[in-house]
């Protein structure tokens, strides 16, 4: 039972990730406008969005990962 549990649980978790791609965003460790940047991802490029706030994904990107405003995503739907 465990192993047919176990790719059906998987594949739901697949199924619910987020994707959009960057139109060019400076990331944050936390979501402020006031926060420090400390990597930037260029635009075309792909993102996982791992969650959200109002006006913020946190985005990952290979080793690259964090806070990045809505408005530099474009949601794939």
Request: proline residues 4%; negative net charge; aromatic residues 12%.
């Amino acid at each position: 039972m465990l192993f047919s549990t176990v790719p059906f649980i998987y594949s739901i978790v697949k199924t619910t990730e987020e994707y959009g791609i960057s139109t060019g965003c400076i990331i944050t460790a936390v979501p402020e406008e006031t926060s420090d940047a400390y990597s930037e991802i260029a635009a075309g490029n792909k993102v996982l969005i791992t969650e959200k706030t109002e006006n913020w994904y946190y985005i990952e990107l290979g080793d690259s990962c964090g806070w990045c405003p809505k408005k530099d995503i474009i949601l794939i739907k």
